[in-house]
């Protein structure tokens, strides 16, 4: 699949996604958790991430890429959902993160993401390099008390991990143009 132009784009996002929301969590840890530009660059960082999740889920099979990609949707809502907040907040409105009724939708979304995070580490396995499946899985476990704490450099810190993880992913599916999921526990990858 990396040999087409759909495959070279979802592969393409496994780079560019994570190094936008990264750009996002600097421009939150430098200037603030209601910077105007840093949600802007928050919501085109979530957008990238829906096409990692798709990437993800054609590295998967089954139940695990079924569930991936339901919970990666709801995922992908959350955290564009949380950019937007962040920009209504900066025009002063409401912050829906302390709102009730409908507001609170919000925030399960919102966990759906670190949660495919967490499942994308599960497709990874066999695929790529254990310590980039690692790094993926704590990555996914770190990412909710970052933001939820709105703790900056460990935003920044899990972001830029997020970089290392997903590039290297990038280059070994370059270098095996055709990927196919290994039966857990196998690698396709030599380490």
Excluded at 56 to 80: C, Q
């Amino acid at each position: 699949m990396t040999s087409t132009p759909l495959g070279r784009l979802l592969t393409a996002s496994l780079v560019v996604a994570p190094a936008i929301y990264l750009i996002a969590d600097l421009l939150y840890a430098t200037r603030g958790w209601d910077d105007p530009t840093a949600a802007v660059v928050h919501v085109l960082g979530a957008v990238g991430y829906t096409l990692v999740m798709v990437r993800l889920v054609t590295l998967g099979n089954g139940m695990l890429a079924a569930v991936l990609l339901v919970v990666g949707a709801f995922g992908a809502a959350g955290d564009v959902a949380y950019g937007f907040n962040t920009i209504h907040v900066s025009l002063g409105d409401t912050d829906l993160v302390d709102a009730t009724g409908a507001a609170v939708l919000i925030k399960p979304l919102g966990l759906c993401f670190p949660l495919t995070l967490l499942l994308g580490a599960a497709v990874l396995r066999g695929i790529a390099p254990t310590w980039t499946v690692a790094l993926l899985a704590v990555s996914a476990i770190t990412w909710p008390i970052a933001h939820i704490a709105n703790i900056g450099w460990v935003a920044v810190a899990v972001n830029a991990t997020l970089v290392a993880v997903f590039s290297t992913v990038a280059v070994v599916l370059h270098r095996a143009p055709e990927p196919v999921p290994a039966p857990a526990g196998q690698s396709v990858f030599h380490e």
